[in-house]
């Protein structure tokens, strides 16, 4: 095993991180200057802010409240996912869940190039 290798690994790793937590910040500082959707073009990009709403459920209270403790199993863990597609199938209604969970709203935000045609 090559010592440069796995320092250059650690390096990039470093770097990585540094990055992710650049763009973290940056993320957070464009969201929090809108909040409600947003799509428009600013200079040579377009920026589209888009909210959802997020359920965080409680483990304890979303297990009192299924009808049938087979379902839990299933479970295992809140999983907003599972417990969405259990709604949609009808084993659980949006009424037995109410009170098992905290909502969020999470911004994602979008950047893209604005395509100019090139002049030829």
């Given at each position: 095993?090559?010592?440069?290798?796995?320092?250059?690994?650690?390096?990039?790793?470093?770097q990585?991180?540094?990055?992710?937590?650049?763009?973290?910040?940056?993320?957070?500082?464009?969201?929090?200057?809108?909040?409600?959707?947003?799509?428009?073009?600013?200079?040579?990009?377009?920026?589209?802010?888009?909210?959802?709403?997020?359920?965080?459920?409680?483990?304890?209270?979303?297990?009192?409240?299924?009808?049938d403790?087979?379902?839990?199993?299933?479970?295992f863990?809140?999983?907003?996912?599972?417990?969405?597609?259990?709604?949609?199938?009808?084993?659980?209604?949006?009424?037995?869940?109410?009170?098992?969970?905290?909502?969020?709203?999470?911004?994602?935000?979008?950047?893209?190039?604005?395509?100019?045609?090139?002049?030829?």
């Amino acid at each position: 095993m090559n010592v440069d290798k796995l320092a250059r690994y650690c390096r990039l790793k470093a770097q990585i991180k540094q990055t992710e937590d650049e763009l973290e910040q940056l993320r957070r500082e464009i969201t929090n200057e809108f909040s409600q959707d947003a799509e428009f073009s600013i200079g040579d990009y377009t920026l589209k802010i888009v909210y959802q709403e997020k359920r965080h459920y409680n483990d304890q209270q979303l297990a009192a409240a299924l009808p049938d403790p087979e379902l839990w199993k299933a479970l295992f863990k809140a999983d907003p996912a599972k417990i969405s597609a259990l709604v949609k199938t009808g084993l659980l209604s949006e009424k037995s869940l109410e009170g098992t969970y905290t909502t969020a709203r999470t911004p994602y935000l979008y950047v893209t190039p604005t395509l100019r045609e090139t002049q030829t």
